[in-house]
């Protein structure tokens, strides 16, 4: 019984070895290109505010398993997304990020991959505006990209198109009437660094 408990232990180790030898592990950091909707003011006299992008960061970690010409990459990272309404009236959201995505490798090092992220927004803060409450904290995107891969280092570029409808409302500022409500959703550019601290084997 006991040889028998022993032969499938072995078993199991010689079947996963090779997924476990194909694990790495590490930091990645960037900056977010963010671009919210329109605010719609509250009075219907006034013209809508178009949002202009402004420039965020991300930091955080990943895991990556290679699954031959697939990999299997989840993330978690703190992002801040900002967008930016008339000269200095901005509003930034702080946010726990979990991006989940399947990459497939072109060639060489190159990659493209697509999945979702999901989201918890931590924080919503206005400059020179006052903010009501979000509708949502949880909310669900899809990001879509590419990847360049050298030993140890990763660069990447993706797009990321939020599907939840998650709006806030302005209240105002102390010298211009410009309270309405501003689609949250994510529509934003990445641009990412990475570096694995683990290795992974080449072997299969």
Known sequence: MKTTQFTLVLLCLLCF???????????????NYDS?????????????FQSDAKTGFHIGVFG???????????????????????DNETIALNKLEAPVLLGYKILGPLSVFAGPSFQYILKEKGTDIR????????????????RLKL?????????????????VVILGNNDVDIAGRVDTRTKQWII???????????KI
């Open 17 to 31: 070895t090779p997924l476990f030898s194909q694990l790495s592990f590490g930091v990645k950091g960037g900056v």
């Open 192 to 202: 990412s660094a990475s570096y694995d601290l683990r290795f992974k084997s080449n």
């Open 64 to 86: 990556n398993l290679d699954l031959l010409t697939f990999y299997l990459r989840p993330e978690l990272q703190f992002s801040q997304s900002v967008g930016q309404f008339n």
């Open 131 to 146: 903010l009501g409450e979000l509708e949502e904290n949880f909310t669900v995107g899809l990001q879509l990209g590419t």
């Open 151 to 167: 030993g140890r280092f990763g660069l990447g570029i993706r797009y990321e198109r939020g599907f939840t409808d998650n709006e």
């Open 36 to 48: 919210f909707g329109e605010l719609n003011p509250t009075d219907l006299s006034l013209e809508n």
